[in-house]
């Protein structure tokens, strides 16, 4: 079963986005900000992350840029879900190394896409 983790601190887009994963056979696990999200990162090994960018204690581009350096969790594909979808933030984004960037309110079906091309389904 492949594993994601969420990381976002709106905790109702975050249950909501739990649940949908976890009905589409994903296990899943979440975290309410940046420095929880790497902790997280560490600890579960996900095959994916979908993390928001606006968050206290470290931002998503700030955790992007933190697992980048861990050569233990380097390589899991980071997918941005935020509602900064201005194009210099998605550039940014994308030159840290995000797989994906996309804007919320998320189309469900477009999200559940890029998860699966990520993943190889």
Sequence with gaps: MKKI????DDKNLQSDLVTILQLEGYETYAADNGQEGLQAAQRYQPDLILCD?????????????NLR??????????????AFNDPAFVRRGMELGAVGYIPKPYNLDELLGAIK?????
Aim: charged letters at 10%; a negative charge; aromatic letters at 6%.
């Design 53 to 65: 960018v606006a968050m206290p204690v470290l931002n998503g581009f700030d955790v992007l840029t």
């Design 69 to 82: 350096r861990n050569p233990q969790i380097a390589s899991i594909p980071v997918i941005f879900l935020t």
């Design 5 to 8: 983790l969420v990381i976002d």
């Design 117 to 121: 091309a990520q993943l190889g389904e």
